[in-house]
């Protein structure tokens, strides 16, 4: 019988990271070997030992999910000096985020991006299905879209982030996230490379080129990808994309029909 138990368990595991294999880009930078963990799915990656527990309670997709407002409720989110913070942000120990958001920030659903640039399902999500939500469900007032760079799965995915941050400081954050994966396969290669396809997208974008390359190179701007990973690790997060919608995890690039059923589910 316990040979039975085992190759069960075992064919278990072969599926499941078959289907992170499918949807998701895994962590490659500084991470321990990790081990499978089957009672923890939906994940990205399987989760390495001796991370710390989130301070707040994250709800997977087939939990019973926290109670989470409905379109009649108005949440209170914070408008600080660096940026926006939502009540749900808040309760996963989110920093605030000045650029990298789209939509009202009163919406009933805040919808919390963790994405490489250079992660082929960060791109599949954008190309596919992104544009979809924004049309469906941030333009109309009911998302609150935050996205949060980590940029851990691909060699300059880093550089990339940099970019979209300072571009962001000029006030062309998403038109540089949008022209960062059209070019995603550039993330994949030397420096060099990547940093031609940054200036050509800057000098396309008509952006103040030495000022965004200086804004790339502070202390402060790398500190900000910093803050993103450890966020995510926090969270027991190690590979993208990964989504919160308000307080429930929803891993790797997912097809619009799955987003509206998530969705309709968080109005309830």
């Known amino acids: 019988m316990a040979y039975y138990q085992s190759r069960s368990v075992n064919a278990i595991r072969a599926f499941i990271f078959f289907l992170v294999f499918l949807t998701g880009c895994t962590a490659t930078a500084n991470l321990p070997t990790p081990s499978p963990t089957i009672a923890r799915l939906p994940t990205v990656t399987p989760e390495p030992p001796a991370v710390p527990a989130p301070t707040a309670r994250v709800i997977r997709l087939g939990e019973t999910p926290l109670p989470t407002p409905s379109l009649t409720v108005t949440p209170t989110p914070a408008i600080t000096e660096n940026g926006v913070l939502t009540e749900s942000m808040a309760r996963l120990g989110l920093s605030a985020e000045p650029y990298a958001v789209l939509g009202d920030p009163a919406a009933p659903v805040t919808i919390v991006e963790f994405t490489d640039f250079g992660c082929p399902f960060c791109r599949r ?144």
């Open 125 to 268: 999500h954008h190309l596919l299905t992104f544009h979809t939500l924004v049309e469906e469900f941030i333009a109309t007032g009911n998302v609150f879209y935050v996205v949060k760079h980590m940029p851990v799965s691909s060699p300059q995915g880093e550089r990339a982030a940099l970019a979209a941050l300072c571009a962001g400081e000029q006030g062309h954050y998403w038109e540089m996230h949008n022209a960062l994966f059209a070019a995603s396969e550039a993330w994949q290669r030397d420096a060099a490379t990547a940093q031609r396809h940054i200036e050509a997208i800057v000098a396309e974008l008509g952006l103040d080129a030495a000022a965004l390359q200086v804004c790339t190179e502070r202390a402060e701007t790398k500190a900000v990808i910093a803050r993103h990973v450890s966020e995510a690790h926090a969270l027991r997060v190690f590979g993208t994309p990964v989504f919160f919608v308000n307080d429930r995890l929803l891993a790797g690039a997912q097809p619009i029909e799955v987003w509206r059923e998530v969705l309709a589910g968080s109005r309830e």
